[in-house]
Each structure stands twice: as C-alpha cells, then as structure tokens.
C-alpha cells in the first residue's frame, strides 16, 4: 500500500511504495545522474577518481554518490576512492555503518567492560560466599 511523502529533493508530493525515496521526475533525474556517473568512472583514466573530482566532473552530489555506494550501484572493489562516510567518525568505509577503527575501538571498550563485569561478579561471590561461611558457624 502506497503512502503519500514528500520527496526530499523537490518537496512535491509522491505515493511512496517503498522502491524509491524520491519522487517519479527526481528518481528519473538521479538514474541519469548516475549513468553519467558510470560512464565517467568506466574510463580507465577516471577509476581513481575521489568523491570530490567525479563531483566536479559531473552533476552528482556527495549525498548521491555515498547512496549509490551504501545500496551497491558503485563497488568500492572497482572504484578504490569510493564509500560513505562511517555513522560514528566520518571516514570514508565501505561496508557497514562503521569504519575498521571505530569497530576495533568499539570491539576493544566492549572487551574492557565485559573483563571488568566478571571481576564484578568475582568480587561479589567471594563476597557472598564469605558471608555465608560466617553465619554458618
């Protein structure tokens, strides 16, 4: 079932049905947008190309560029000097919502609260057991 929305770029209103953010002239503008995109970075000269020059060179915009890398439309693995920037940091990734660092870093504080949780819990159970053993007597 299709709701009433309105498209992010132009304001108008648009039945959104879940394929497209945007309305029906703005998706049809961005797919030309993007296989302009393409046939610049197709070149063999332009692979290299950073999100700032392939913005320069033709009419997509940042935004635009980190989408069609989050949805898979532009393969990091073709084009290295492509990705989105990371929720936590801004870096450039190309997978997930993290960058490598921000993962490591969040592996790394997780590791350190868990370690100090079951000290924790060590502490508590020796405690516990001390009581016991007292009140037994």
């Not at 999100?51 to 935004?63: F, Y």
């Not at 370690?115 to 016991?132: G, H, N, S």
Request: charged letters at 35%; hydrophobic letters at 30%; aromatic letters at 8%.
């Amino acid at each position: 079932m299709a709701e009433l929305r309105h498209c992010p770029s132009c304001g108008d209103f648009f039945n959104y049905t879940g394929v497209r953010e945007v309305c029906g002239k703005c998706g049809m503008n961005e797919e030309r947008v993007y296989e302009e995109v393409y046939r610049f970075l197709r070149k063999r000269e332009n692979r290299a190309a950073t999100i700032e020059r392939i913005v320069e060179m033709t009419e997509a915009t940042e935004s635009m560029l980190h989408k069609w890398v989050r949805k898979g439309r532009l393969q990091p693995a073709m084009f290295p000097n492509l990705g989105y920037p990371c929720d936590n940091c801004g870096k450039l990734t190309t997978k997930g919502k993290l960058c490598d660092t921000c993962t490591a870093e969040i592996k790394s504080e997780l590791k350190t609260f868990e370690a100090a949780t079951e000290f924790r819990e060590a502490i508590q159970q020796k405690d516990q057991a001390t009581y016991l053993s007292e009140r037994k007597r």
